[in-house]
């Protein structure tokens, strides 16, 4: 375990400052920031308090981490970074500091994939990624189909949300509800009380004419919307914990729909599901249930893998240095479109300020790191 590589992750692409550490596929910390109390009054992320409120937790919580780990950071084989996709200033002030502890240690530095992170982590929760696995990404900015055949260098995207992606849905959904900010959790709450079939809400490019493995919620929100105001416009109660379940319902019955028919098209026996909306209790027993009929393997993280988190983004910065990919260059930065066929950002030349190899288990040398090590050990 010892020469396994030992990467600092640091993640800043929406409301989340998360910095995770982690040698080989094992966790040694994962500390997280979050600003989405700030957020909450907006109903909704607002990118400007984001990217302040990610510039304020940087240093307590990369410090967080690396008294979780037990490791100065004088340890380090790498650091990583999300580069994109996500808000461009919060990317910006994740990058701006990944490379400045980089530069400041003598350590490679990797420009990394939000998405791809996302699937990398479950190596942390279940081993190594079976080559190939499918993977069905759902978060408040993405409702993805991705297949993977090698987590570092070949993602294909296969289907995307041609509009609102589940979690943006969800959260829509429960302000009309009234029920807050973010509208994940508390969806997945009232749902539990409620009736999945009592009201038959629409499911989303399902028609045979329809793009097989994309996914369209705007509909579903709208119908929902005119469902409750139609209620409330007869003076009725509106069925919170019904409207919640038969909501839920028609979301999970899609994704997982749709990810079991891309397993079976393409002869992928393992599915893994990612993002924060994998934290669904209802999305998982139904991709549960769906695997085993159809004899697929489900991988799923513990809920706390699926939000956006620094363990992610060290996950796969790890799997770079050990497959021994190239680091990015010092002039690497945010691209809040990356696409997902990117896993990671490679340099083109690592002359000049770099000085350093990326193989880990190396010496480092560079006119900063001792400095560096008094400073972080």
């Not at 296969?158 to 973010?182: C, Q, S, Y």
């Not at 695997?291 to 992610?312: F, S």
Request: proline share 6%.
């Amino acid at each position: 375990m010892a020469d396994e590589p030992l990467v600092l992750g640091i993640e800043t692409s929406c409301d989340e400052t998360g910095v995770g550490i982690v040698r080989g596929h094992t966790l040694l910390a994962d500390a997280v920031a979050s600003s989405v109390d700030e957020h909450a009054r907006y109903g909704g992320v607002v990118p400007e308090v984001a990217s302040r409120a990610h510039l304020e937790a940087m240093v307590p919580t990369v410090e967080r981490a690396l008294k979780d780990a037990g490791v100065a950071a004088s340890d380090l084989d790498g650091v990583a970074v999300t580069a994109g996709p996500g808000l461009a200033g919060a990317l910006l002030v994740g990058v701006s500091a990944a490379k400045a502890y980089a530069y400041a240690l003598g350590k490679p530095l990797y420009g990394v994939n939000h998405l791809a992170s996302h699937i990398c982590v479950d190596q942390l929760e279940h081993g190594a990624l079976p080559e190939p696995t499918m993977a069905l990404l759902v978060s408040g900015g993405h409702s993805s189909l991705l297949l993977s055949s090698d987590i570092t260098s070949d993602v294909r995207p296969l289907g995307a949300t041609i509009d609102d992606a589940a979690g943006e849905a969800f959260d829509k959904v429960a302000r009309v509800l009234n029920l807050g900010f973010p509208g994940g959790p508390v969806i997945d709450r009232y749902a539990r009380e409620g009736d999945p079939e009592a009201i038959a809400f629409p499911r989303g490019l399902t028609g045979p004419r329809d793009a097989p493995y994309d996914f369209s919620f705007s509909g579903l929100k709208t119908a929902v919307a005119r469902w409750i105001e139609a209620k409330r416009s007869a003076g009725e109660e509106v069925p919170v914990a019904d409207v919640a379940a038969s909501f839920q319902e028609a979301v999970t019955d899609v994704l997982t729909r749709k990810a079991v028919r891309a397993c079976r098209d393409e002869g992928v026996e393992h599915l893994m599901i990612g993002g924060g909306v994998a934290a669904n209790s209802r999305l998982r027993a139904m991709a549960r249930a769906r695997c085993e009929a159809a004899g697929i393997t489900l991988r799923v993280p513990r809920p706390k893998l699926c939000t956006d988190n620094g363990a992610m983004v060290a996950a796969l910065g790890a799997e770079m240095v050990a497959r021994d990919r190239a680091p990015s260059d010092w002039d690497l930065s945010a691209d809040s479109s990356l696409p997902v066929t990117e896993p990671h950002v490679p340099g083109v030349s690592h002359s000049g300020a770099s000085g350093h190899g990326h193989t880990h288990g190396h010496s480092h040398d560079h006119v900063h790191e001792t400095s560096a090590e008094n400073l972080y050990s």
